[in-house]
């Protein structure tokens, strides 16, 4: 009799835990909504996900899970937004709602610098929908010019432009703009990090040269001489504890160090010459 009570208790127990009105659960979404329209959208998110627990309705689900990502994207923190969006089984909603969920997935990965699986995306949208929304056109363009895939990028962009460019005029502009922005020599200038390397491997200083550091390349050459030379001379002079710690010593440091710096300055300029370019293309493309 007793093991009756106990599971009696528990029953109820759980019962009471777990059991919430659709009244009080429906209260939970009016605050979520509030929170997100006073722009409190961190809270927004966890009254959203509060809402989720307790609910067992799919079109609910669907619209709390959107909204949090929303909320997610808003404060600019992507992965979680993607996360979120990916929790919705697409396979039980409407081409609607397909598009709108694709649509964000896309965007979102490419702001969290997920260019490949934003590019997936697009292709699922595109062979679900058959067309495009306009705002994934730009952002498949934008992907494509972070890939460095500047002639699928140009044709995207010249597609887009004859589609929602109406007067023929601006139209024909427009490609043309479009024509000189991917020129060969308007295309960012980057450069080769592995030649970079083998011209400071095997002339200090020489790669920093390379990347433009004229000055910075020429003083790690004195530089390495000086102690190169430090090193010999204490040698041949028979001090060689000194030659090997003050010369040959330091000289493999710097040596070793120009290696890494040169490799530094070769990706920070190829960072901001690409990103000066895509902001060139994404400037242009907005303004259409």
């Not at 697009?122 to 058959?130: D, F, G, S």
């Amino acid at each position: 009799m007793k093991w009756i009570k106990k599971y009696y208790l528990i029953y109820i127990f759980l019962c009471g835990t777990f059991s919430i009105s659709q009244a009080e659960n429906n209260q939970i979404l009016i605050k979520a909504d509030s929170l997100f329209s006073i722009g409190e959208f961190q809270s927004a998110a966890i009254e959203y996900e509060r809402f989720l627990y307790f609910s067992d309705t799919e079109q609910s689900n669907f619209n709390c899970l959107y909204k949090k990502a929303q909320c997610y994207k808003l404060t600019t923190d992507f992965a979680k937004a993607c996360k979120t969006l990916e929790r919705i089984n697409l396979f039980r909603e409407s081409i609607d709602n397909y598009i709108d969920i694709k649509r964000e997935l896309s965007l979102c990965y490419y702001l969290d610098s997920k260019l490949q699986k934003a590019l997936m995306q697009i292709t699922q949208l595109r062979h679900k929908a058959k067309s495009l929304p306009k705002e994934t056109q730009l952002v498949e363009i934008f992907v494509l010019n972070e890939m460095k895939k500047w002639k699928d990028a140009q044709e995207k962009a010249k597609l887009y432009a004859k589609q929602y460019v109406s007067e023929e005029n601006k139209k024909l502009i427009s490609l043309e703009k479009l024509d000189s922005l991917y020129s060969k020599k308007n295309l960012p200038k980057l450069k080769s990090i592995e030649k970079a390397e083998n011209l400071s491997r095997f002339i200090p200083g020489a790669g920093q040269i390379y990347c433009g550091k004229i000055t910075e390349g020429s003083f790690t050459f004195l530089f390495n001489g000086a102690f190169l030379a430090l090193g010999i001379q204490q040698i041949f002079t028979k001090f060689y504890f000194t030659g090997y710690t003050a010369g040959f010593g330091v000289l493999h440091k710097t040596y070793t160090g120009n290696m890494a710096r040169t490799k530094h300055l070769a990706k920070k300029v190829n960072l901001v010459r690409h990103t000066s370019f895509n902001e060139s293309i994404i400037k242009y493309m907005l303004s259409l």
